[in-house]
T-cell receptor, first 112, second 113 residues
Framework: KQEVTQIPAALSVPEGENLVLNCSFTDSAIYNLQWFRQDPGKGLTSLLLIQSSQREQTSGRLNASLDKSSGRSTLYIAASQPGDSATYLCAAYTGANSKLTFGKGITLSVRP | KAGVTQTPRYLIKTRGQQVTLSCSPISGHRSVSWYQQTPGQGLQFLFEYFSETQRNKGNFPGRFSGRQFSNSRSEMNVSTLELGDSALYLC????????????FGPGTRLLVL
């Protein structure tokens, strides 16, 4: 059974700092790993999707990496801004049952 | 393209009642998945429908059911509501191909009193 862990549960940083959010998963037989952003009371916005054959994906100030062998993914946010404050969730897609298994998320607060 | 829409956005029900939530996927998408999000358990997979057939199911009791129509719109039904069913219910649509990005709707927030 796939389990996805995100530690810490919350993080507070000053504006402008570069930061790394961690995600670990127990079953390396994944199709892909996705990172989502969720604003309070809202749905999920897909940020980056890394296929199992890829090592990283980039979009603007965001860079996500994937190491299947160690069961880890990281989301790097460069030059953080107050608008980046949200909850960031990672999810592992297991093809066997076509479902996303989510971590519980990291709530990020970027202080002006 | 219009995004995933969910109706209603908010619902208040009492224990024992039943509720139906609706999800309209992105045009052309044939897969709809449902998730329950609570503070304690996080996001948990309920089920997935593809071309009007339930393709996958999570570990939820039979009180949770769903269906999909020929236009890919999906409904989720919860019967005999319990206090613990209070949650944000999210649906996600995709093309249905394995590993494709899932696009989430804004969710329906259900409060059971």
């Amino acid at each position: 059974k796939q389990e996805v862990t995100q530690i810490p549960a919350a993080l507070s940083v000053p504006e402008g700092e570069n930061l790394v959010l961690n995600c670990s998963f127990t079953d390396s037989a994944i199709y892909n790993l996705q990172w989502f952003r969720q604003d309070p009371g809202k749905g999920l916005t897909s940020l980056l999707l890394i296929q199992s054959s890829q090592r990283e994906q980039t979009s603007g100030r965001l860079n996500a990496s994937l190491d299947k062998s160690s069961g880890r993914s990281t989301l790097y946010i460069a030059a953080s801004q107050p608008g980046d404050s949200a909850t960031y969730l990672c999810a592992a897609y297991t093809g066997a049952n076509s479902k996303l298994t989510f971590g519980k998320g990291i709530t990020l607060s970027v202080r002006p | 393209k219009a995004g995933v829409t969910q109706t209603p956005r908010y619902l208040i029900k009492t224990r024992g009642q039943q509720v139906t939530l609706s999800c309209s996927p992105i045009s052309g998408h044939r897969s709809v998945s449902w998730y329950q999000q609570t503070p304690g358990q996080g996001l948990q997979f309920l089920f997935e429908y593809f071309s009007e057939t339930q393709r996958n199911k999570g570990n939820f009791p039979g009180r949770f059911s769903g269906r999909q129509f020929s236009n890919s719109r999906s409904e989720m039904n919860v019967s005999t509501l319990e206090l613990g069913d209070s949650a944000l219910y999210l649906c996600a649509s995709s093309s249905g191909s394995v590993g494709e990005t899932q696009y989430f709707g804004p969710g329906t927030r259900l409060l059971v009193l």
